[in-house]
């Protein structure tokens, strides 16, 4: 680093400086530290939440040699060396823990939970960032209604919201946009999706080769 980048580190970082000399860098967290607070006790929350159930915590890894699978899922690739001297590989940052906690369902863990990093490109707006804290969960044995009561107690307990009012999917369709889904044609589906703005050409395909799973 040169003298003047010391000096002035605008000079040769790229970093955002404010100040008429550009010599103040705008160094501060944009989180207070009440909202910082705040998140470290609704994660103990949750840990508290699960813990009390006998559900474990596990972590996995946030790297992994593939990435998801699903169209609509933009991985973000990361290429990086192994090993001195070692040519660069190509490993993905993962949406979600999802494939890695499946392993260890596969191998008897039984119940299990995890807060973690997870990351997806062409993601980042008011409500979404690139890489983001997610929380998952799998229960072996528990049906889709005694799930549903689970995420509802787990947002009464660390949230204080009252019971989520629940919808069946054609219920759905047929209160909110008029229409039933299952019976209705391609073209009357894409004719609603076209009144709610919904622009059909934004459509991912899959591409045409092989989608390798490992797991």
């Given at each position: ?141 528990m049906g889709a209604n005694e799930l549903m009561n689970e995420v509802d ?11 989520a009012r629940r919808l069946h999917y054609r219920e759905a369709f047929s ?41």
């Open positions: 680093m040169s003298r003047e980048s010391r000096n002035n580190p605008s000079a040769d970082s790229g970093w955002p400086v404010n100040g008429e000399g550009g010599t103040d860098i705008d160094w501060g967290p944009t989180a207070s530290v009440p909202a910082l607070q705040a998140r470290a006790e609704l994660l103990s929350a949750i840990r508290r939440f699960f813990e009390n159930r006998g559900v474990l915590e596990v972590e996995t890894p946030v790297l992994g040699a593939a990435g998801a699978p699903d169209p609509h899922l933009d991985n973000i690739a990361v290429h990086l060396g192994l090993g001195p001297g070692a040519a660069k590989c190509r490993l993905f940052l993962q949406t979600s823990p999802e494939h890695a906690m499946k392993r260890l369902l596969a191998a008897d863990s039984g119940p299990i939970f995890q807060m973690c990093k997870a990351f997806r490109g062409e993601e980042c707006g008011r409500l979404h960032n690139p890489e983001f804290t997610l929380l998952e969960w799998y229960r072996p044995g107690e787990l947002l009464a307990e660390v949230a204080g919201l009252a019971p209160r909110h946009v008029a229409i039933d889904p299952f019976a209705a044609s391609i073209e009357a589906l894409r004719a609603k999706a076209a009144e709610a703005g919904l622009d059909e050409t934004r459509r991912r395909c899959l591409p045409a080769m092989p989608v390798w799973i490992i797991c």
